[in-house]
């Protein structure tokens, strides 16, 4: 049995999320996410998709933290590889605020893979949602060419790194969610960070060295 999240009317997850969202942002975002955020209530009581820690701030820790994400990907971004994307986050929070990119979400295990793909037809998301494992030898349906590669909660080593950077757009690059003190991969450096807060890391954007 997963942590219980609270349940939020629309009106009362709007209000928590509001401070997240970025200008200009499309109006079927919050639709899309308060369906995603449902699903993700009836989900977690069987799949544990969320800890009980973060089951209470889960608007603004995993929503909120993936809409932070948006400003280092362009809205011509033609393609979002969302590596171990779990219960969603931040795959299917950028399709949503970024329904122009086209956003391919893996995920190895099996009912969590289920959950994702129930989540984007609830939430009226074109996500891809590919049951597979990134290794080196990159799985079938992996795009030839991703603009961003965005990892949360998972710790990839360099040859997996290595295969997914091969499929880079010119300009391309790693979003990772990093704990404080985190160390960035040695093939990769760092061209920005967005700090996410006392104590929860950031968001570093990397490329290969």
Known sequence: M????????????????AGFLP???????????????????RWNRRVALVGGGLAVSVVE???????AALELIPESAGCVLDVGSGAGFPGLV??????GVRVVLV?????KWAFLRSAAERASLSCDCLNARVSAALPQGIPESVDRVTVRGLRLGAPEIEALA?????????????????????CLRQTRA????????SIRELVPA
């Not at 820790?61 to 809409?67: A, D, I, N, Q, V």
């Not at 990772?176 to 960035?184: K, S």
Request: zero cysteines.
């Open 2 to 17: 997963g942590a219980e999240i609270p349940d939020l009317s629309e009106d009362e997850f709007r209000e928590r999320l």
């Open 194 to 201: 967005l700090a996410l807060g006392p104590g929860r890391g």
């Open 166 to 186: 091969s499929r880079l757009a010119p300009g391309g690059a790693f979003l990772i969610w990093a704990g404080p003190g985190q160390e960035a991969p040695a």
């Open 61 to 67: 820790r995993l929503f909120g933290e993936s809409l």
């Open 94 to 99: 950028i399709a949503a605020a970024r329904p």
């Open 107 to 111: 995920e190895p295990r099996g009912r």
């Open 23 to 41: 200008a200009g942002a499309p109006g079927s975002v919050l639709p899309s996410l308060y369906a995603h955020f449902q699903e993700l209530r």
